[in-house]
Structure formats: C-alpha cells, structure tokens
C-alpha cells in the first residue's frame, strides 16, 4: 500500500480550504483518508501563522513509515524543516509558448549549420589528404 501526504480539498465554490491528510495513493484526492495532519487556508495573507498548521509529530512518524509527500506538501515540509525539497529545474517555463517555439527553431538551424560546417570541414581534410597522397 503506497502512502501520500497529500491535500484534500474543503471548503466552498471559489473559498478553497485544504486538509492536509495521509492516504492511500489509490484513492480519491476528496475521499477516505487514514489521518487528519493539518490544515493550509490559501486565501490567508503569507505572513499569517494560520494560513499552515501541521501536526509536526504525526508527519515525522508518517515519513518514517514511508509515506511520500506530493509536491504541494513537501514545500510545506520544506518549510518546516523535515525534509529537504529538491528545485525544479525547467528554465524555459516561464518563457511564452510562442517565444519557446522560435528559440527552437533557431537552435535546429543552428545545429544543422553546424553539421554542415563539420561536413564540409571532413571533406576538405579528405581531398588535403588525398591531394597529398
């Protein structure tokens, strides 16, 4: 049974509230969970101790048994110093679409530009060669 430190949705319609439970990975993101370990209000200001509140005991005892945190609570844990969250490493994310698709284009002609260049390069080398022979 895979365990995850996930969030479950509450709250109303566009006034989100989120427990942060552990549960099987198997079931649904609102439904049956094993344990309640806190809660995240993200439409609290940053800087509000309320906005997070984590049950630090009960996560600790949760990772040791081997449950994963997704992404969303492994920054909270982060956070909280239990454990170390390892950065994303995609640079061209916050590059639009449209800009993505140019610098693309421009690095396949380049790399075609440059085959060519090594091709013509051998073959120079080839008739020197041949030439000197």
């Known amino acids: 049974m895979s365990l995850k430190l996930r969030l479950a949705r509450a709250g109303t319609k566009k006034r989100p509230f989120y427990h942060i439970v552990i ?3 198997r079931s649904p993101r609102d439904g049956r969970f094993i344990e309640r370990l806190g809660y995240f209000n993200p439409l609290l200001p940053k800087e509000k101790t309320e906005r997070l509140k984590l049950d630090l005991d009960k996560v600790k005892a ?35 679409r449209k800009q993505r698709k140019v610098m693309a284009e421009e690095a396949a002609k380049a790399a075609a530009a440059a085959k060519a260049a090594a091709a013509a390069k051998a073959q120079a080398a080839k008739e020197a060669a041949a030439a000197a022979s």
Not at 67 to 75: E, I
Not at 78 to 87: F, I, Q, S, V
């Open 62 to 96: 949760w990772l040791a048994k081997g449950a994963l945190p997704t992404d969303r609570v492994s920054r909270f844990l982060d956070e909280a110093g239990l454990m170390k969250r390892e950065p994303r490493k995609n640079p061209t994310r916050a590059i639009p």
């Open 23 to 25: 549960a099987d990975s």
